[in-house]
Nanobody, 124 residues
Framework: QVQLVESGGGSVQAGGSLRVSCGAS????????MGWFRQGPGKEREFVAG????????YYADSVKGRFTISRDNAKNTVYLQMNSLKPEDTAVYYC?????????????????WGQGTQVTVSS
């Protein structure tokens, strides 16, 4: 298994930017697909972005496409989510997730390893 720890959340005004990071320890980081999910107040946990093991393929929710960028550095055992042009509706707890297997699923139940989450608050 891999242990995940998010960092970098905070508060920002609409239109601003934040980068959240997720550091991994444990078994080989590069063998895992990685993803970011978020859960807003009173909402279900939803897929934000996913990335392949090598980082050559990325996947995004329609709501963040063109504004958010997922990347990974396998040498540093870290995955990042760069968030630009933030909107109040992006306010949520952001979770890092890891899974084995072949596909980047968009349903949170298909991901086996989770971090504790980091709060992102966007004010208007």
């Amino acid at each position: 298994q891999v242990q995940l720890v998010e960092s970098g959340g905070g508060s920002v005004q609409a239109g601003g930017s934040l980068r959240v990071s997720c550091g991994a320890s444990g078994r080989s980081f590069s063998s895992y697909l990685m993803g970011w999910f978020r859960q807003g107040p009173g909402k279900e946990r939803e897929f934000v972005a996913g990335i392949s093991r090598s980082g050559d393929r990325t996947y995004y929710a329609d709501s963040v496409k063109g504004r958010f960028t997922i990347s990974r550095d396998n040498a540093k055992n870290t995955v990042y989510l760069q968030m630009n042009s933030l909107k109040p509706e992006d306010t949520a707890v952001y979770y890092c997730a890891a899974r084995s297997g072949t596909y980047v699923y968009r349903t949170h139940g298909d991901w086996g390893q989770w971090g504790q989450g980091t709060q992102v608050t966007v004010s208007s």
